[in-house]
C-alpha cells in the first residue's frame, strides 16, 4: 500500500482580507480582498510600490493591526476570534518579528534583548535553542553588550535572534536591512536564510531591495492593495525586471 506524502504545513494564511482607512472623501483600500497562503519552512518576500499595501498586508497577518473584513490565521488560529489578551498571547507565542529599526532596549544588553519576550512570558529558556540561535547569528562573542557598542548590523542580528528564541510559528520582518549598510545587510539576509534552511523557519519579509528578495524562496508582488505576480526562486534580476513593470504602469497612469 503506497502512502500519499504529506501536504505542505500552512503557517499563516489570509482570506479576503480587506484594510480600509477612512471614508468618502478620505477612503482609502490599502487591501482590497487579499488571499494568501505562506506554507511553514519557506522564506516569502513581499514586494511593491510605495503604497501598494505590503506593510499593511504584514502588520494585518502578525496581529499588529487589525482587518475591516476577511480572516487572518496563524496555524489554526483565527484571529478575529480573539480577545486583546488572547492576541497578546499568540503574538508572543508563535509570532516574531523584526523591525527595521531594531527596537532593541538601550539600557540592555544583547543577551538581555534577545531573552526579554522569555523574561516577560516568564518561560525558561532552552539552552540548547539558544546556543543554536546565537552560533547561527554569530554574536557569541557580543552578549554582554550593550546596543550602542554595536555596529547596525549587529544590532540587527539581535534583533532577528530575540524573534528566534521563543520558536515562533512565524516570523515577520519589515524591512530588515533598510537602514543597513550592503556588507551588515547580508549579514542578516544570510542568518535569515540559514534559520529557514537549518531551523525549518517560515520567514515573511516585506523588503524594496531586490538583492535582499532574491534570498527568497518565494517573492509576492502587490500593486493597490493586491497580489498580482509571484515569483518561485527568485534571483535579483528577475525580480528588479519585475519591477520595472511597475514602475513603468505607474508612469503610464
Known sequence: MTTEPSSPRTAARAVDLTKIYGK???????????????????????????????????????????????????????????????????????IGFVFQAFNLIPTLTAKENITLPLDIAGSSIDKEWFDNVIATVGLADRLGHKPNQLSGGQQQRVACARALVSKPEIIFADEPTGNLDSRSGTEVLSFLRRSVREFGQTIVMVTHDPNAAAYSDRVLFLADGQIVDEMADPTAEKVLERMKGFDAVGQQA
Open 24 to 94: 468618502d472623501d478620505t477612503r482609502v483600500v490599502a487591501l482590497g480582498g487579499v488571499t494568501v497562503e505562506f506554507t511553514a519552512g519557506r522564506f516569502t518576500a513581499i514586494m511593491g510600490p510605495s503604497g501598494s499595501g505590503k506593510s499593511t498586508l504584514m502588520h494585518c497577518m502578525a496581529a499588529l493591526d487589525s482587518s475591516t473584513s476577511g480572516q487572518v490565521y496563524i496555524g489554526d488560529t483565527e484571529l478575529s476570534g480573539l480577545n486583546d489578551k488572547e492576541l497578546t498571547k499568540l503574538r508572543r507565542d508563535k
